[in-house]
T-cell receptor
Framework: QQPVQSPQAVILREGEDAVINCSSSKALYSVHWYRQKHGEAPVFLMILLKGGEQKGHDKISASFNEKKQQSSLYLTASQLSYSGTYFCGTGFGNEKLTFGTGTRLTIIP | NAGVTQTPKFQVLKTGQSMTLQCAQDMNHEYMSWYRQDPGMGLRLIHYSVGAGITDQGEVPNGYNVSRSTTEDFPLRLLSAAPSQTSVYFC???????????FGQGTRLTVV
């Protein structure tokens, strides 16, 4: 079952913040986050493996709420280079990595 | 350092034709998978493999076959192409579901 991502699309001005949510109907074993630019392959951002874990680099971070079976990706002070489609991928301990339908992020100057 | 290599990059098929999409990785990853990407549908898992000789179905396996005879290669076969299989196909590999997945550059397939 694909995880559910929200929102489906968001438009921001440079410097604004965004939150992308990913939720699952089943208990999660791992949560991945990827970004895909138009016409390119998805590129890895980060992975969370434990409930309560938070990670980040640059101005992009993520959290993993194991009890709520969800993860959130936070983009702060967005830059033009953050534009793209963001996917969460969820693992359930059976090596079957399943991705959500994506969130299209557009940053305007 | 090639990573994950997919061939071809583009392909046009007629309905009923067969073809094989190639995927090779040079990172000695055990886990390999195939996804298709359609507008508004995200990345949907077709088939995956946890090692040579071991494959399993994903969410949308109908119309596709796979086999894994070596660690490096994981080809995807379309036995009788249908217009509904028009899509962009991505191959990915990783050590496990708990490590980074590396994607190939994709194959854009059109079935007419």
């Amino acid at each position: 079952q694909q995880p559910v991502q929200s929102p489906q699309a968001v438009i921001l001005r440079e410097g604004e913040d965004a939150v992308i949510n990913c939720s699952s109907s089943k208990a999660l074993y791992s949560v991945h986050w990827y970004r895909q630019k138009h016409g390119e392959a998805p590129v890895f951002l980060m992975i969370l493996l434990k409930g309560g874990e938070q990670k980040g680099h640059d101005k992009i971070s993520a959290s993993f709420n194991e009890k709520k079976q969800q993860s959130s990706l936070y983009l702060t002070a967005s830059q033009l280079s953050y534009s793209g489609t963001y996917f969460c991928g969820t693992g359930f301990g059976n090596e079957k990595l399943t991705f959500g339908t994506g969130t299209r992020l557009t940053i305007i100057p | 350092n090639a990573g994950v290599t997919q061939t071809p990059k583009f392909q046009v098929l007629k309905t009923g034709q067969s073809m094989t999409l190639q995927c090779a990785q040079d990172m000695n990853h055990e886990y390999m998978s195939w996804y298709r990407q359609d507008p508004g549908m995200g990345l949907r898992l077709i088939h995956y493999s946890v090692g040579a000789g071991i494959t399993d179905q994903g969410e949308v396996p109908n119309g596709y076959n796979v086999s894994r005879s070596t660690t490096e290669d994981f080809p995807l076969r379309l036995l009788s192409a249908a217009p509904s299989q028009t899509s962009v196909y991505f191959c990915a590999s990783s050590y496990s579901e708990r490590t980074e997945a590396f994607f190939g550059q994709g194959t854009r397939l059109t079935v007419v």
